[in-house]
Nanobody, 123 residues
Framework: VQLQASGGGLVQAGASLRLSCASS????????MGWFRQAPGKEREFVAA????????NYADSVKGRFTISRDNAKNALYLQMNSLKPEDTAVYYC?????????????????WGQGTQVTVSS
């Protein structure tokens, strides 16, 4: 499985961005997917996850109410709609495919990772 994240950019605080993740494999299998991010000098952290069928989602407290994760299995795609962006959201964002079907927050449950897309939010 190859994952390709896109949609990052440089925006001002309060703006919105939509990240996309294209999968080389049909994503309607029994695998959850997720978004993680890593800021300079910090560890990679969980952002959001979605179950294999899109019914269940899970969000980090820091993005809850501002970010929305979704998927389109027919298009082999994962999305992250990011609204009301803050400077502290600045990071490289990675999409990943889980080894489980549930929307896990745990990094070690994700097997396949995309290359990341940079999101920079200026104040």
């Amino acid at each position: 499985v190859q994952l390709q994240a896109s949609g990052g950019g440089l925006v001002q605080a309060g703006a919105s961005l939509r990240l996309s993740c294209a999968s080389s494999k049909r994503t309607s299998s029994n695998n959850a997917m997720g978004w993680f991010r890593q800021a300079p000098g910090k560890e990679r952290e969980f952002v959001a996850a979605i179950s294999w069928n899109g019914v269940s989602t899970n969000y980090a407290d820091s993005v809850k109410g501002r970010f929305t994760i979704s998927r389109d299995n027919a298009k082999n795609a994962l999305y992250l709609q990011m609204n009301s962006l803050k400077p502290e959201d600045t990071a490289v964002y990675y999409c990943a495919t889980s080894i489980t079907s549930q929307a896990s927050r745990t990094t070690n449950t994700y097997r396949y990772w995309g290359q990341g897309t940079q999101v920079t939010v200026s104040s």
